[in-house]
């Protein structure tokens, strides 16, 4: 009964190589992120799909492309990775609210914990 | 004028203490503040929120306190327990369809038995 889920968990791999990290959320929402959060903890928004269109992207290198083939999942494609892009990547999801012209409360997965050697 | 200021770093308190995590923001189009909480190894989850028509707001132990005209808010853990040691988070967002959320830097909450 996971919510917001993700894989891999954890995510090994040398520099410049390419990776992909999969989300699916099965709370019926229609907005998903992925955020970044770096050696700090510092978490910040990469991209944000609505019912299947970009509607965040954020000030991030073009070697990170996101692709959402339906609402229920988003998942992050890194080419060429680099050692800066080791960090804990994660999706998160939340259900618009067109009464209320924005979004409800954001729910987190565990997050893909990604190494660059 | 997106930024959201937390303080302090790390906190450290003893068992049954008042826990006090403060933040600061400058964008007056903000009318959502969020706290989460995040255990290690997990993401972090929405532990109790406010709008700026409200000066508190309290949910157990868990109070937000909003101070409009100074542009602060703090989260206050009453009575803080050993299980409440995780980082915790403040955030806010203006009304927009992309729910875009900016969070403050974090603090790691130490609670001491």
């Known amino acids: 009964d996971t919510a917001v889920s993700q894989t891999p968990k954890y995510l090994v791999t040398q520099m410049g190589n390419d990776k992909s990290i999969k989300c699916e959320q099965n709370?019926?929402?229609?907005?998903m992120y992925w955020y970044k959060q770096d050696s700090k903890k510092f978490l910040k928004i990469m991209f944000s799909?609505?019912?299947?269109?970009?509607?965040i992207n954020e000030t991030v290198p073009n070697r990170f492309s996101p692709k959402s083939p339906d609402k229920a999942h988003l998942n992050l494609h890194i080419n060429s990775l680099e050692l800066g892009d080791s960090a804990v990547y994660f999706c998160?999801?939340?259900?618009?609210?067109?009464?209320?012209?924005?979004?409800?409360?954001?729910?987190f997965g565990p997050g893909t914990r990604l190494l660059v050697l | 004028q997106q930024q959201v200021k937390q303080s302090p770093q790390s906190l450290i308190v003893q068992k049954g203490g008042i826990s006090i995590i403060n933040c600061a923001y400058e964008?007056?189009?903000?009318?959502?503040f969020p706290w989460y909480q995040q255990f290690p190894g997990k993401g972090p989850a929405l532990l109790i929120a406010?709008?700026?028509?409200?000066s508190e707001k309290k949910e157990g132990r868990f109070t937000i306190s909003f101070n409009k005209s100074a542009k602060q808010f703090s989260l206050h853990i009453m009575d803080s327990q050993p299980g409440d040691s995780a980082t915790y988070f403040c955030?806010?967002?203006?009304?927009?369809?992309?729910?875009?959320?900016?969070f403050g830097q974090g603090t790691t909450l130490q609670v001491k038995p």
């Open positions: 406010i709008r700026p028509d409200v």
């Open positions: 709370l019926g929402h229609d907005t």
């Open positions: 964008n007056t189009a903000f009318d959502y």
């Open positions: 955030a806010a967002r203006r009304s927009s369809n992309t729910g875009k959320l900016i």
């Open positions: 799909y609505n019912n299947k269109e970009l509607i």
């Open positions: 998160a999801s939340s259900q618009a609210s067109r009464l209320a012209g924005t979004q409800e409360t954001q729910y």
